[in-house]
C-alpha cells in the first residue's frame, strides 16, 4: 500500500512496484490510508509523513496498534530527529525524498523476505530462555507467558542477537544482517530499535540481559543457557 499526497509519486512507486509483480494500491490522505489498510491488509506499507487529513506519523502509530504490518516512511525531511520520530512510533525503515525508485524497491524486497510467512520453514523456530521465548515462525515474543507486541524489525533484531548469545555485533553489521542491505541511514537506526526492546525487556529476568559494549556495539548476554 502506498500512501502519499502527491499522486505522481504515488503512481511512479505503484508502476514499479507492479512491474516487480507485487499488488499495489495507492491512496492519498491519511484517513483514507486507515480505512484502505483495514480492507486491502497490506503486506507492507510506504507512508509519507506529509499528509492531509491525519499525518504519515499518526496513521504508523494507529497502524501499530494492530498490526505488526512492517511501515517505510517517506518524507522531504531529512533531519535525525524525524528518523528518530518515525522508529520510535514503530517504523521500520525510512526514506528520504528525492530518492531512488530501485533503493525503494530493494527495502521492499530485504523487508518482505524476512516478514512473509512463506519464507520461512514449517518447522519452529523458537528460541527459550528464563522467562522468555522468541518464536521466529509467528514473530512472537512472549516475556513471562504474556505476549507482547513487537513490530517486525525488533523482533528480527532481537531474534538475531539471541541466537549468538554472547557475541558482540557492531551496528553495521546489525544494520547489514537485519535489514539485509547497506543502509542508507545511520547506526542510530540500532539504537531506536534497542531502546524500545530494552523497555520491554529489562529486569525481566538475571539470567539474560541486552547489553551495550561501549565504543562497539551490543549483544545478548546469558549467565545460563537453558
Not at 132 to 158: A, H, Q
Not at 195 to 201: M, Q, S, T, V
Request: one cysteine or more; proline letters at 4%.
Amino acid at each position: 500500500m502506498i500512501v502519499d499526497d502527491e499522486k505522481n509519486i504515488c503512481e511512479l512507486l505503484k508502476l514499479y512496484a507492479e512491474k516487480e509483480g507485487y499488488n499495489a494500491q495507492a491512496v492519498y490522505d491519511g484517513v483514507s490510508a486507515l480505512k484502505m489498510f483495514d480492507e486491502y491488509q497490506p503486506d507492507i506499507v510506504l507512508l509519507d509523513i506529509m499528509l492531509p487529513l491525519m499525518d504519515g506519523w499518526q496513521v504508523c502509530r494507529e497502524i501499530r496498534k494492530k498490526s505488526g504490518c512492517p511501515v517505510i516512511m517517506l518524507t522531504a525531511k531529512g533531519e535525525v530527529v524525524d528518523k528518530v520520530s518515525g522508529l520510535d512510533m514503530g517504523a521500520d525503515d525510512y526514506i528520504v525524498k528525492p530518492f531512488e525508485t530501485k533503493e525503494i524497491m530493494a527495502r521492499i524486497k530485504a523487508i518482505l523476505r524476512r516478514t512473509l510467512p512463506d519464507s520461512y520453514d514449517s518447522k519452529t523456530k523458537a528460541l527459550n530462555f528464563d522467562k522468555l521465548s522468541i518464536n521466529l515462525t509467528n514473530y512472537e515474543l512472549t516475556v513471562e507467558g504474556n505476549k507482547i507486541d513487537t513490530p517486525p524489525k525488533e523482533f528480527e533484531l532481537i531474534y538475531y542477537l539471541a541466537s549468538n548469545p554472547n557475541k558482540v555485533f557492531t551496528r553495521d553489521v546489525l544494520l547489514n544482517k537485519i535489514w539485509g542491505y547497506e543502509y542508507f541511514g545511520d547506526s542510530r537506526t540500532v539504537d531506536v530499535h534497542i531502546k524500545r526492546l530494552r523497555e520491554k525487556l529489562e529486569g525481566v529476568s538475571d539470567e539474560w540481559r541486552l547489553k551495550t559494549v561501549w565504543g562497539v556495539g551490543y549483544k545478548f548476554e546469558v549467565d545460563k543457557q537453558l
